[in-house]
């Protein structure tokens, strides 16, 4: 997801969607592990989106505007 997509959603939503992505990036290191794994670019692309999402909450946080 865009950063700008991201910052029109609230924060119980973001909370909702790091969880998620948390999930996702587990199963997809423990595919990885196994072998099962064919896209290994989902694995940085779920750790982008985890710091997007963590660095939106934390600008809210701060009341930094963007």
Known sequence: ?????LRNLTN???MNLL???KRTL???RFQNVL???T???QISK???DIARIK????ERELGVRR
């Open 26 to 28: 587990m199963n997809l």
């Open 1 to 5: 997801m865009k950063a700008a997509e």
């Open 19 to 21: 969880e998620e992505k």
């Open 39 to 41: 896209d290994y670019s």
């Open 12 to 14: 119980e939503e973001l």
């Open 55 to 58: 660095t939106i909450l934390r």
């Open 35 to 37: 072998g099962q794994l």
């Open 46 to 48: 779920t750790r982008k």
